[in-house]
């Protein structure tokens, strides 16, 4: 589940992005994903014009309408990814138990190339490099993830 605050731009990305890096890969059956937003303003609005328009360019379609991240997602999905502190905070408000805690992470906790607490940032006030700058994170940090997931995958099934 990856989450950001209106789920119109960063989070329908990262959701679109994984599906098409796994799919890529071959591994798109093994996943259920989803995203969501941590405020309901945008709720059933598809994704913003100029984050479909970048993902397209790069050749990643996003079909999504928005909708906010419920307190039964934290139960549902084994993985919830915030793309900034501020959804990070914002989901740990939600979770009831530390079965719900532990699942939640920053994203780009999986980018090979940030540092500790990097954040996703917000690019719906600026111009359209701030874009293109959330693509080339989520395009990075997708793959650092399933290559991850599959790793694990891979270990799990040697035992
Ligand atoms: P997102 O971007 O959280 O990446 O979907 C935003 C979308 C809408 C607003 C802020 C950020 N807003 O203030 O409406």
Do not use: W
Not at 3 to 22: T, Y
Not at 50 to 67: F, K, P, Q, S, Y
């Amino acid at each position: 589940m990856f989450v950001c605050l209106g789920n119109i731009c960063r989070s329908p990305l990262a959701h679109a992005v994984f599906d098409h890096e796994a799919a890529t890969r071959g591994a798109g059956d093994l996943f259920e994903t989803e995203s969501s937003g941590t405020a309901a303003y945008h709720e059933g609005e598809p994704a913003d014009a100029r984050m479909r328009e970048t993902a397209l360019a790069h050749g990643v379609r996003i079909d999504h309408r928005a909708r906010h991240l419920k307190k039964a997602d934290l139960d549902n999905y084994d993985l919830i990814l915030a793309m900034d502190r501020a959804n990070l905070a914002g989901i740990l408000k939600l979770a009831a138990n530390p079965q719900q805690r532990e699942k939640i992470r920053l994203f780009r906790d999986f980018d090979g190339q940030a540092g500790p607490d990097a954040e996703v940032p917000d690019p719906y006030y600026g111009g359209p490099e701030g874009f293109e700058e959330v693509f080339r994170i989520a395009d990075r940090t997708c793959a650092g993830l399933l290559d991850q997931l599959l790793n694990t995958a891979e270990n799990e099934s040697d035992k």
